[in-house]
């Protein structure tokens, strides 16, 4: 055993029990705070529903949108705020700020020596922790209130120190009406970020929390004026003998409503800086507010620059209509004939089609498929490019049937567009007359490849323009001559305005006039133009070429344009086979409808009888039809058809020009 030296003494008994109780109650205390934090952790909610702002290339602001809870909130980091703001503040609102644990004990105590000594409130021991407390759990002002205020600012300064206390409060502070925060409040009151204010700017924004209401400069500019001058004054700065001050409006303007819903679904949040040009937006949304559009229909148009940035969006013109409220920019919808000319381009890129191959213009049954035009004619032979600038059906489908329908759909795919089939149906030749779904966002990513010699990158509505790896659609020469193809397509009367205006554009009309579109290129801008009902319904009578292009020409005339080599002429690919010059047509004259063998209900129960339509194939125009041996009387431009006078068996047969026939045997019930 061990003595002690001479001269050490022992700390008292009582002593080492206090040191001991007092780690106890530290443990103790400590283990209770965690346990309290995490049983009760602060609601955040506040603080991390934003609204969503947008602006346009030019900070411009087009749009907004509240936060869930209807405000207009935005985060704020301390670091993109002006330093005399935030010195202004925290001299103004809490001076021991950054060494206090949340809750200030000088201030709770003089401010109750100010009520005891003078009956009434004279300043508050709120610090910004506390106040940030509140405006993160909105409450009424009580002394209960006050101890959970001071609990919360404690919990807040622990969890995430004075910087992060400082964000949320900068984020939260009311600023007048639904404005929520530093950075909010300056967009809309003075048009700017909060990096840079002047005094006045900055003393406005500390006023306003403290009466957000009665202080709202667009309402009360004079008790504003007031405020910020009495903080000015408070803190010792010099007060400028005139507050002048350009203030804003708390509203957002709404000229870019489609494309705000489409960035909030994208999960966009805050300030957004986009690639949209103000004066564009606002020129395409007056074009099409102007034109008349289709009964019970809309307009929607999608413009993107010679970047492929997207310079306007407008996804419906604000028509009344069922289902205009619908984005028809990022909707499905039947593109009509808009991609026969890459169906085309990729016939010339295999070598099985160039622009001056002939091709017949006839009626032609694919199996079960016998495609029409939309007229009702066919034009006999014919070249590619002129097939292509009048949109004629059969050659279409006879060049997608070439290079295939799987390949050209998975080609598209690997650009970057997909195209939405009919459920459960498989890729086939109706995808040449628009038997296929697709987006105006991504129609305008094909027409922007012919615009840049056949690279592909997808429509960007980002600023500054992300940089973006390009596929290859196919080769420049092949999309110079698609181009130079499409600039001879003739505009219709309505769009003949500028004389020296050269549109390469498409038009394209789906299935039942549902759908009018007309897709541009100049100087490599792209126009795309849609018209229609967005409910799906068909509007009869409106075609692309005459509703949706004299308003594609409309906007294209008010963009700039600028010398580009962009679809100038280049050699044609190399010479074809001989077997490939000329599309073979069939000699015999066929009969495709009806086919042979068919029973045919045309007695209805009411005593109607059905007319039985004619269809015929090959040979030489134009055809006598004969039905058991009698001559039927048919009128040019019409579809031939026959009444039968009873139900049967019938012979029918078709004779060409060159006396070559061919004959079905049906019955008809």
Request: aromatic fraction near 6%; glycine fraction near 10%; proline fraction near 9%.
């Amino acid at each position: 055993m061990t003595r002690p030296e001479s001269g050490q003494k022992h700390p008292p008994s009582w002593l080492r029990l206090a040191m001991a109780g007092g780690l106890l109650a530290c443990l103790v205390g400590s283990i209770l705070a965690l346990t309290l934090d995490h049983l009760f952790p602060p609601d955040l909610r506040r603080a991390h529903a934003q609204a969503l702002v947008v602006y346009d290339a030019t900070h411009t602001r087009l749009d907004g949108r509240v936060s869930t809870d209807g405000s207009w909130r935005l985060t704020t980091n301390h670091a993109a705020v002006d330093a005399a703001y935030l010195a202004l503040l925290l001299k103004t609102e809490d001076r021991r700020f950054w060494w206090h644990p949340g809750v200030d004990p000088f201030s709770i105590l003089r401010a109750a020596g100010q009520l005891a000594f003078r009956g009434h409130i004279v300043s508050g021991g709120s610090t910004l922790a506390m106040q940030t407390a509140r405006l993160l759990t909105p409450h009424r002002h009580t002394w209960r209130g006050k101890v959970q205020d001071a609990l919360r600012a404690l919990q807040l300064e622990w969890r995430y120190g004075h910087t992060g206390v400082l964000d949320l409060y900068l984020t939260l502070a009311p600023e007048g009406g639904a404005i929520e925060g530093i950075t909010a409040g300056s967009l809309f009151w003075f048009g700017h970020e909060p990096a840079h204010l002047n005094p006045t700017e900055a003393a406005l924004l500390v006023a306003l929390p403290r009466r957000p209401t009665t202080l709202r400069p667009d309402r009360h500019p004079q008790a504003a004026r007031q405020a910020t001058a009495l903080v000015l004054a408070r803190t010792g700065a010099s007060s400028p003998d005139s507050l002048a001050w350009h203030i804003g409006t708390a509203h957002s303007p709404h000229d870019a409503p489609s494309l705000l819903a489409y960035l909030w679904h994208t999960g966009a949040r805050g300030p957004v800086r986009t690639s949209l040009e103000h004066t564009t937006q606002a020129t395409v949304l007056r074009i099409l507010h102007a034109t008349p559009p289709p009964r019970l229909g809309g307009w929607a148009a999608l413009v993107l620059r010679p970047d492929g940035s997207v310079a306007a969006w407008a996804g419906n013109a604000g028509n009344s209509c069922p289902g205009c409220a619908m984005d028809m920019v990022t909707a499905w919808r039947s593109p009509g004939s808009t991609l026969k000319p890459f169906i085309y381009g990729l016939a010339f890129q295999q070598g099985v089609l160039a622009p001056d191959t002939l091709v017949h213009d006839s009626a032609t049954r694919f199996a079960n498929y016998a495609p029409r035009n939309y007229d009702r004619i066919f034009h006999g032979t014919t070249t590619v490019r002129t097939a292509l600038q009048q949109s004629y059906n059969l050659p279409a489908v006879q060049a997608l049937n070439l290079i295939g329908a799987r390949y050209f759909i998975a080609t598209l795919h690997d650009n970057g567009v997909d195209l939405r089939l009919p459920r459960g149906a498989t890729p086939s030749l109706a995808l040449a007359l628009g038997g296929a779904g697709i987006r105006m966002l991504d129609l305008a990513r094909l027409y922007n490849a012919l615009a840049h010699d056949g690279l592909s990158t997808p429509p960007s509505v980002s600023w500054p323009v992300p940089n973006a790896q390009p596929s290859r659609l196919f080769s420049s020469a092949v999309a110079r001559q698609v181009l130079g193809i499409l600039r001879g397509t003739p505009l219709p009367d309505a769009a003949q305005g500028n004389a020296e205006r050269s549109i390469a554009f498409k038009t394209g009309t789906s299935y039942g006039q549902r759908d009018a579109w007309a897709a541009g290129i100049q100087s490599g801008w792209v126009v795309i133009v849609w018209a229609g009902r967005p409910d799906g319904a068909s509007s009869p009578g409106i075609t692309g070429l005459h509703i949706a292009a004299p308003v594609m020409a409309r906007i294209m005339d008010t963009l700039p344009t600028t010398p580009s080599s962009t679809g100038m002429p280049l050699p044609a690919l190399a010479p074809l086979a001989p077997s490939l010059r000329v599309l073979p047509e069939q000699q015999e004259p066929r009969v495709l409808s009806p086919p042979n063998g068919a029973v045919i209900e045309s007695f209805g129960q009411d005593g109607t009888v059905t007319p039985i339509g004619l269809e015929a194939s090959g040979g030489a125009q134009p055809y006598r039809w004969m039905v058991n041996n009698k001559l039927l009387t048919t009128l040019p431009g019409l579809t031939p058809s026959w009444l039968p006078d009873g139900p049967g068996f019938a012979h029918v047969a078709v004779i060409d020009a060159q006396g070559r026939a061919a004959s079905v045997t049906i019955q008809v019930r």
